[in-house]
């Protein structure tokens, strides 16, 4: 590989503090040799001719915590070849893949065959979760310390939540031991069975059962109690609500942990259902709009740490029914950027916060070195027309299924160019 | 007739899915137009060809009496020829999905489908893959426009409008497209209503429809025009939402000690079909002074035969 130089871009890197116009040295070996602001053309070699990136910003690729993967058992959805498609033309270079395939990623051997499949088919660096049980049945715990010596990055059930308190004390007890991270879907099963929107006006009008924002707050104030007894490594998947944020805030002074909210959440509220779109028929569910404005103010705060896409690929025949019929779930990982950047363009956040959820924060709570643009490491980076207007259209998008929660939105920003281990991988 | 607007001359929607859809003007239409038919209805010759060369299939997948007799009923005195599916006979049962089961009918050149489904939206999905008119039989818990209307005529037959009256709408709420046709289309006319259930029955903000919210039944029937009993669905109900269907009765079936906290002239509804004893007291409930259910039933199919012409035509 050639050394390649770019010069006069908007560096963003929040692991290092960096916020400066500067350029971007890769060598040979496609790592980063040198970033910022002293790298300009009055000390690049007079031979080499740097590409100028005038204008354009460039973040760490970015670290997607929750992502469904079809392979194995529902390839027509997604295959781990057309995820990474997807993924790069977001800026998207590490994904964590959820358990919830056919079968469930809950053993050893099942591990080797998705390590190897990742790794042959997939372009970006994929992080597989395994189960926290088995066949996500919630009755028996997964071996975690095999599984995580296999290379399994964290633990949880994806879409199901661990309902039995006794089971989930036992399982924080193995992942304080063995160092685990688990990652809980916070909802309470009985009190959201049968829901499909959040519980309220737009539930009743359209007739739907709801699914009551205490479903989730019972559940993180159950797991967080514990937690206070037993000190592991635990992450709540999605917050939706802003009673949620307020127990969290209340928790953070006495205990440790950290917690995630899908890009749906902080961009739609309930009111965009309209008429049953079952593209938005989602878990957890998109809220009124005061829940909105709460979870963008505890990114703020940093009582939130990641954005995720939440990324469930679902084919046309799962959504073309009616919304209690309809599969749950909206293809997202290739607009999470473009989409997030709204909440910069809408002066809600800052671009810094929103690219530290998106970059170093999940990378520091895998405990993984991606996420960053540090000297040494592996230039995995994206660069962005941040002004670039465009809109979604299903047709155009790059994963297996189109199920976009935003079709025919205008957005502002786009990724142009996306490296992984230096190589470029996607070009608009 | 009763409502005052301006003079309708042609219905807004192309489907009527719900009253949430419908402008006063539409409401208006319908229901002069059903007016007419009342009369047709108790003649000996109770036929008109308005609908002749038409075609209209009737996609029952929840089982129902009065609404797929009377629609059918309906179409065939306006002239339309009637299909129903017969939907356990169907390719819905070897995994057909509503979608493709439209598609198949509308290849048929149907000029209105008439669908009632246990899913709410499943009319609007409908709505959106066929040519011709959908009309709503009820939608899972969201939407049941005719009856809303049948409703109304019957009340505007007998109090002669609905403006300024007080209304009670009392029993499962929450399950109940009934409830929520009828709070629309009651609302938009002027009356005042007072929506009666126990907690675990009432819709959540419920108040936000605006509506005012009793528990307490005694309380919510004092000085109502029209109390309007719904059927406790119990085959919608997935967990404990009540203790007994005895404790029940105690406190929200209609018994004439309650009744009589409603205005002495109050009339009983009743959409059907009734749980004697559990909702109402059976003598109340065929009580003919005070009881409209039968009438309910009639006016039903002079609704729908309006239904029928003014979106077939």
């Known amino acids: 590989m050639k050394k390649q130089y770019f010069i006069n871009a908007n560096i963003v890197d929040p692991h290092n503090s960096l916020n400066e116009i500067g350029g971007l040295i890769i060598d040979e070996s496609g790592k980063i040799e040198a970033i910022g602001k002293k790298v300009n053309t009055n000390n690049l070699p007079a031979r080499e001719k740097p590409i100028d990136l005038k204008g354009k ?38 994904v964590v893949t959820m358990p ?56 949880t059930d994806g879409i199901k939540t661990i309902q039995n308190p006794r089971l989930m004390s036992r399982i924080m007890n193995s992942a304080k031991d063995l160092g685990c991270l688990i990652m809980q879907h916070a909802e309470d099963f009985e009190l959201a069975k049968n829901g499909m929107i959040n519980s ?38 999605q917050l939706s609500s802003q009673k949620s944020i307020e127990v969290i805030k209340q928790r953070k002074e006495i205990v440790k942990f950290t917690s995630g909210v899908s890009i749906n959440n902080l961009s739609l509220n309930e009111n965009d259902i309209g008429d049953f779109k079952t593209f938005l028929k989602l878990s957890p569910p998109l809220r009124r709009e005061e829940d909105r404005l709460a979870l963008v103010q505890g990114l703020k705060d940093e009582l939130i740490d990641v954005i995720v896409s939440d990324h469930k690929p679902e084919d046309e ?103 992984v281990k230096g190589i470029e991988l996607f070009r608009l | ?60 997948f ?75 039989a009820g939608d899972g818990r969201r939407e049941h426009p005719t009856q809303a209307l049948l409703d109304a005529l019957t009340i505007i037959n007998r109090k002669k409008k609905i403006e300024g009256l007080k209304i009670a709408i009392c029993g499962d709420i929450l399950h109940s497209r009934v409830a929520r046709s009828n709070i629309y289309l009651l609302n938009m006319l002027g009356a005042e209503l007072n929506i009666i259930a126990p907690t675990n029955l009432m819709p959540k903000e419920i108040e936000k429809f605006g509506v005012n ?28 939402y009540l203790s007994s269907n005895r404790e029940y009765y105690e406190y929200y079936g209609l018994t004439p000690d309650k009744l009589e906290y409603a205005k002495p002239d109050a009339l009983i509804m009743h959409p059907g079909p009734m749980n004697r004893g559990i909702e109402i007291d059976t003598m109340l409930a065929d009580d003919i002074n005070k ?23």
Request: charged share 25%; hydrophobic share 40%; with cysteine.
């Open chain 2, 291 to 313: 009881s409209v259910i039968k009438e309910q039933v009639e006016l039903g199919v002079a609704v729908r035969m309006a239904c029928l012409k003014i979106f077939c035509t």
């Open chain 1, 317 to 419: 025949e799962s959504k073309r029914l009616t919304f209690s019929q309809a599969a749950t779930g909206a293809s997202g990982i290739e607009t999470l950027l473009s989409l997030s950047l709204e909440l910069y363009h809408n002066e809600s956040l800052k671009l810094e916060t929103i690219i530290k959820a998106l970059t170093s924060n999940p990378a520091k709570i895998l405990k993984v070195n991606k996420g960053n643009l540090s000297i040494g490491n592996e230039a995995d980076f994206c660069i962005v027309d941040i002004d670039k207007p465009w809109i979604v259209k299903k047709e155009k998008l790059v994963s297996k299924s189109k199920n976009t929660s935003i079709e025919n939105k205008k957005l502002q920003g786009r990724v142009t160019n996306t490296f």
């Open chain 1, 57 to 94: 910003y460039v973040f760490p690729g970015l670290v997607d915590m929750r992502v469904f993967v079809g392979e194995p058992g529902y390839e027509y959805k997604e295959n781990f070849r057309t995820l990474s498609n997807a993924a790069l033309s977001g800026g998207v270079t590490s």
């Open chain 2, 213 to 240: 919210k009793f528990t307490d039944m005694k309380k919510g029937l004092k000085d109502c025009d029209i109390v309007m009993m719904l059927r406790l669905q119990s085959e919608r109900m997935s967990s404990s």
């Open chain 1, 200 to 237: 309220g006006i737009i539930a009743s009008k359209l007739g739907l059962s709801g699914i009551p924002e205490i479903a989730e707050r019972i559940l993180i104030e159950r797991d967080l109690t514990l937690l206070e007894k037993i000190k592991c490594r635990y992450h709540i998947s």
């Open chain 2, 62 to 136: 929840e089982p129902s009496t009065r609404t797929q007799s009377s629609f059918e009923l309906a179409g065939k005195r306006l002239g339309a020829d009637v299909m129903s599916m017969n939907i356990s006979n169907s390719a819905i049962k070897k995994g057909e999905t509503l979608i493709d089961t439209a598609m198949t009918l509308n290849a048929m050149h149907p000029d209105i489908i008439v669908i009632r489904h246990q899913d709410s939206g499943a009319c609007n999905l409908l709505s959106q893959k066929v040519n011709c008119a959908v009309l709503n």
């Open chain 1, 100 to 155: 919830n395939t056919d079968p469930i990623i809950d053993n050893v051997s099942i591990v080797d065959f998705l390590k190897r499949r990742g790794r042959d088919k997939s372009k970006i660096n994929v992080f597989p979760c395994a189960s926290l049980t088995k066949n996500i049945e919630g009755t028996n715990m997964t071996e975690f310390g095999l599984l995580q010596s296999k290379g399994i990055i964290a633990f």
């Open chain 2, 1 to 60: 007739m009763a409502i005052k607007t301006d003079k309708a001359i042609k219905i807004s929607q192309k489907h009527l899915l719900g009253i949430q859809d419908l402008s006063i003007n539409d409401v208006s239409l319908i229901l002069d137009e059903a007016h007419t038919f009342i009369k047709v209805n108790q003649s000996k010759n109770k036929k008109i060809n308005v609908l002749g060369g038409k075609t209209q299939i009737n996609l029952f």
